[in-house]
Structures are given as structure tokens and as C-alpha cells.
């Protein structure tokens, strides 16, 4: 090395750049030859590219050396600079791979290396600067085409790392363990669904395997067995289906857990269930209404016939009676009286069986008897249910009528818009705006075409009057 004290100090700094480079590149080289998957044929070529390592950086550290010496004029030849005679180790490995594989490269780097151990030192100063370059510059360049092919040839082989990689992108849970329970291999998504059951990472397999079997459901993950799979519904949403077989690898036998993504299949599941629930409800309805059937149409019947009873003997006595009480010294024609009264039986039951027209007409005949006067312009619609409706409002606008307002007069308009029908009552009784009370007729009325999707208005000026409107079907 003593050649260098006297080469310029500018090319000392680029020869010290370019070792430097050099260094680096051999490291990268080492690097990758000890990225690939570990083969016993393989580790002299490992150990040839380190101890190549080894001597650059031996290099770097004597020309760095040198370098600043000259810098701070401080020329001193280090004792320690024999160091480079470890390299001899790395010059008989070169040559025991070049007799097992007859290879010239391996040669031909020992050659590169043996010219810059310290027995060259005694050569032609420049001739020893020659050497140390022409070592650099192959070495240098070897270190970036090796490099490369290495990098090309990682990209299309598995190593450990790529497996590891590849195992993490597994979108379903994977563990494999020896039979104590010591983890050989676990993927992220096994390990983070573990430490989402248990609270911590999974350290054991066997003991995991211990707990998802004697798991607790709680609020946040509920657990199912099904076979011999456990299914866990998570707090995200997600479901899980957990399973362990044994594989066998020559005369040794290995744990396997597995998890698979079981939520869209869950959720058809759960659903299923609902579905399910939702018609064994239905069904126990229609047998106990198949079962009771009889009697609940006989109660039904029983309800109508009582609640037709009180509406018409009640309107009909509420009525007599404002008769009685509003006569003054007038005697109440009793064959009028006996022919409104002949009525009520036959009103009972005939709604349900007589046209809603008929029905109009009994109630007009039946008031006009006692002087009551109802006058219909327009005709009930054709469709049964609305004619039943509006004939039941006509009846309770006139009872009510002739109950509060004393009225004898009762106006009914019936006309057809393009989407509803309209029916104006309105009568000539006298009545105050604080006496409309919306129970009782009012609220039975309003209540009736709510069901149809009508509406019930009271307008008190210039005279009371109900309107009705009713959506055409």
C-alpha cells in the first residue's frame, strides 16, 4: 500500500469513491445470495462471496486510510494493513469451488484477489497502483452483473420471504403446528383473528385450539357449532369457520388449523333462519285459527249483530226521544211513530244483504215517517264498498242531525271529479260552532274514510255542513 502515498491526492479520492462503489456492490451481491431459500450445496458459494466482501472492505478501510493521512500530512505506514492476508481463506475456498465445478470465474477472482495482498506491496509503485485498480474494476463489475442476474432470477423463484408474502395475501386464516403445539407457520389473517377471539397473538396452537372449543359466546362474538367446525361471528361482521386435521410428512405428523371466510354463506344462513322462524309463526297462526275457526266466526258474528243492535236502537230511541221532548202542545202522530219504529228489526241484518241503494231508501222512508225530510241528488257509486260507505255517513250525518240541531231537513249533494267523489250534508237545524264535537258520529265518520284514504271536512258558515271526499279506485 505504500505505492498510494504517493499518488495525487484528487485521484486517491476517486479511487477511494470507486472502492467504495465497488464495496457496495459486492454487498448487495451477498445480500442476495443469501436471500435464496438455504441449499447445502450452495454454502461455499455464500462463503466465497462474503469473504470477497470481507477483503473490499479490508481494501476500503487501507485506502481511507491512506487518503486522510495525506490529508492531514501525517505519512505513517499502519501496522494493521497486513490484515489483508485473512483473505487467503477466501482465495482457498475460490479454489476448492473451481475443482468441484470447474468453473474459470472462481479462478480468475482469486487471481484479481491475490494481487492485492501485502506481497505485492514490494512491486514498481505504479505497477502496484495497476494491480490495485484492475482488482477494483473486476471485482466492481462482477459484483454489478452477478447482482443483476440475482435480482432476475429472486424474481422468479420463491424464497422464503416470497412464500411468507404470499401466505400473508391468503385471504383465509392458516396455521400449521408440530403436535406440542409449537407454531411451524401462521399467516396475518390467522393471527389477527386469533388475537381478535382470544385478546392476545396466538403462541400455541394446541392451547388455541383448547380455547375456540370451550369459547363463551358473549356480546360481541357469538359461536356455533356445526360438526366438527366452529363458526364465529365476529364483531365486524364477518363470519369464520375454524377447522384442525393432521397432516402426515413422512414419519412426522403436523397440526393444521384453517379458517374460511364463511360470512356471505352466514348471512344466506341467517336469513334462512329468519325466513324460517317468520313461517313457523305464520303457520301456528292459521292452525289455531284453522283450529278455531268455527268460533271465531261465530264471535265475529255475535260482535256485528250486537254492535248493529246498539247503533240502531240506539239512534232510533235517541231520536223518539228528541221527538217526545221537542213536540210543545203538538200530539205526536203515533201511526207515523208506529211505522218508524217497524224499521228497526229489519235494518239489523239487512246491511249486509241488501244494496247500499235500498238501504238509502229505508232510511228515507223510515225519517220521513216522522217528518224528517232527506233529500239525495246524485247517485251512490257503483263500486259496493265506497255506496256502503257513504250510505253508513248519510245515516250518521242525519242522526246526528236531528239529535243536536233538532234539523227536519237533511240535504245530501253526491258529485264525481276526475280522481275523487264528493259528498256535500248540510241540514237546517240550529247549532253553535262550540258544540261540534269530533267524537261520537264525527269520529266514527272520519275514521271510515280513513281507511279509504278519503277525507272529512266541517264547515259551520254560511251553515253547517259535512264534506266528504273519497279517492276513485
Request: one cysteine or more.
Amino acid at each position: 500500500m505504500n505505492s498510494l502515498y504517493i499518488v495525487p491526492s484528487t485521484i486517491l479520492f476517486l479511487l477511494v469513491i470507486f472502492a467504495i462503489f465497488v464495496l457496495i456492490a459486492q454487498t448487495i451481491l451477498v445480500f442476495f445470495a443469501f436471500l435464496k431459500e438455504f441449499d447445502p450445496k450452495k454454502i461455499l458459494y455464500r462463503l466465497f462471496e462474503a469473504g470477497i466482501d470481507i477483503h473490499l472492505l479490508i481494501l476500503n478501510l487501507e485506502i481511507i486510510t491512506i487518503y486522510l493521512q495525506l490529508m492531514e500530512g501525517n505519512v505513517l505506514y499502519a501496522q494493521w494493513f497486513g490484515i489483508r492476508w485473512i483473505s487467503i481463506l477466501t482465495i482457498f475456498i475460490g479454489i476448492v469451488i473451481f475443482t468441484r465445478n470447474h468453473s474459470p470465474y472462481s479462478v480468475i477472482t482469486v487471481m484479481f484477489i491475490i494481487i492485492t495482498l501485502p506481497c505485492f506491496d514490494i512491486l514498481h509503485d505504479n505497477l502496484y497502483v495497476l494491480f490495485l485498480i484492475l482488482s477494483l474494476l473486476f471485482l466492481g463489475v462482477r459484483a454489478v452483473i452477478l447482482s443483476i442476474i440475482e435480482y432476475r432470477r429472486l424474481g422468479h423463484s420463491i424464497t422464503r420471504l416470497t412464500f411468507k408474502e404470499s401466505l400473508d395475501s391468503f385471504p383465509e386464516g392458516l396455521l400449521f403446528s408440530q403436535q406440542n403445539g409449537r407454531i411451524i407457520l401462521i399467516n396475518k389473517t390467522m393471527l389477527n383473528l386469533g388475537k381478535m377471539i382470544t385478546g392476545h397473538y396466538i403462541l400455541n396452537a394446541k392451547k388455541f385450539w383448547i380455547f375456540l372449543n370451550h369459547f363463551q359466546k358473549n356480546d360481541q362474538i357469538k359461536k356455533i357449532i356445526l360438526g366438527e367446525q366452529l363458526l364465529f361471528r365476529m364483531p365486524d361482521g364477518r363470519s369464520w369457520a375454524f377447522s384442525k386435521d393432521t397432516i402426515a410428512v413422512g414419519d412426522k405428523a403436523y397440526a393444521q388449523i384453517f379458517a374460511a371466510d364463511m360470512t356471505e354463506i352466514d348471512q344466506i344462513i341467517q336469513k334462512l333462519e329468519t325466513d324460517n322462524y317468520n313461517i313457523r309463526q305464520k303457520r301456528d297462526t292459521l292452525l289455531y285459527i284453522y283450529d278455531n275457526l268455527e268460533n271465531i266466526k261465530r264471535e265475529e258474528e255475535f260482535n256485528r249483530i250486537k254492535h248493529n243492535v246498539h247503533d240502531v236502537f240506539g239512534y232510533h230511541i235517541s231520536i223518539i226521544h228528541q221527538l217526545l221532548t221537542t213536540q210543545d202542545n203538538t200530539p205526536l202522530d203515533l201511526n207515523k211513530l208506529d211505522k218508524f219504529i217497524s224499521n228497526w228489526m229489519s235494518e239489523i241484518r239487512e246491511e249486509d244483504v241488501v244494496s247500499p241503494d235500498k238501504l238509502l231508501n229505508s232510511i228515507i222512508s223510515s225519517f220521513n215517517h216522522i217528518g224528517i225530510i232527506i233529500t239525495v241528488n246524485g247517485a251512490l257509486p257503483e263500486n259496493n264498498e265506497y255506496a256502503l260507505l257513504m250510505y253508513r255517513i248519510i245515516k250518521e250525518a242525519t242522526i246526528n242531525a236531528v239529535r243536536h240541531s233538532q234539523a227536519t231537513e237533511i240535504k245530501v249533494e253526491i258529485s264525481y271529479e276526475t280522481e275523487y267523489i264528493t259528498m256535500e250534508i248540510s241540514n237546517n237545524g240550529v247549532f253553535s260552532s262550540e258544540d261540534i264535537n269530533e267524537g261520537g258520529g264525527i269520529g266514527s265518520m272520519r275514521y271510515w274514510l280513513d281507511e279509504v284514504n278519503g277525507s272529512l271536512t266541517i264547515i259551520t258558515k254560511p251553515t253547517f255542513c259535512i264534506k266528504a271526499k273519497i279517492p276513485i279506485k
